[in-house]
Every structure is written in structure tokens, then in C-alpha cells.
Nanobody
Framework: QERLVESGGGLVQAGGSLRLACTVS???????FAWYRQAPGKQRDWVAS???????NYADSVRGRFTISRDNFNNMVYLQMDSLNSEDTGVYYC??????WGQGTQVTVSS
């Protein structure tokens, strides 16, 4: 069964860090994965992605602060988030090719 499960969200002060994890099952880890986020009352926006090749891309708002990575041995995808600010608050979703989605994990940044 194809499944993505996010974890690692929580409450953090502005300037702090969090690492989100996405557990991948039933999907080849050598795949395209991405993180999206949805702030309250707003649409779901793309944050970062990692290609089959390992190449990465980031939204302008997170470039230089967030890092997406993949652990091929443990079937995990990560999003390291540093220098967090209140605008990073939202539910973060892991997706494979925008076709399979996890249930999301809440990130709240307090100022």
C-alpha cells in the first residue's frame, strides 16, 4: 500500500529549528518527493522538492533556511527547517509526485 506519514511538527519559537520526517512505504524511494504547506485560511503552497537525481528546489520564501533530503536506506524524506518565523506556521504535507499525500503535520512558530 502506498503511504506517506509525516512527523516532527510542533511548537517552536521564532528563530528555532524543526526537522520534519516523511516515512515512505509502498513507493520506490528513488522518486520525486516534495513538501507543501498550508497556512490557516490559505491555499496549499509548494515548499521544496527533491528529484530522482537528488537535485533540490526551494520556494523563494524558504531558500537558504530549509533543506530537503532523502534517506534511501531507511525510506525517509526530511525537511530541515532553520531560522523559522511566524510565516512558516501551517500544516506541512509530504507528497510523491503530487499524487500521493500524507495526512500532514502541524508546525506552529511563536513570535
Amino acid at each position: 500500500q502506498e503511504r506517506l506519514v509525516e512527523s516532527g511538527g510542533g511548537l517552536v519559537q521564532a528563530g528555532g529549528s524543526l526537522r520534519l520526517a516523511c516515512t515512505v512505504s509502498g513507493i520506490p524511494i528513488a522518486n520525486h518527493f516534495a513538501w507543501y504547506r498550508q497556512a490557516p485560511g490559505k491555499q496549499r503552497d509548494w515548499v521544496a522538492s527533491i528529484a530522482v537525481s537528488g537535485g533540490t528546489n526551494y520556494a523563494d520564501s524558504v531558500r537558504g533556511r530549509f533543506t530537503i533530503s532523502r534517506d534511501n536506506f531507511n525510506n525517509m524524506v526530511y525537511l530541515q527547517m532553520d531560522s523559522l518565523n511566524s510565516e512558516d506556521t501551517g500544516v506541512y504535507y509530504c507528497t510523491s509526485r503530487e499524487r500521493i499525500w500524507g495526512q500532514g503535520t502541524q508546525v506552529t512558530v511563536s513570535s
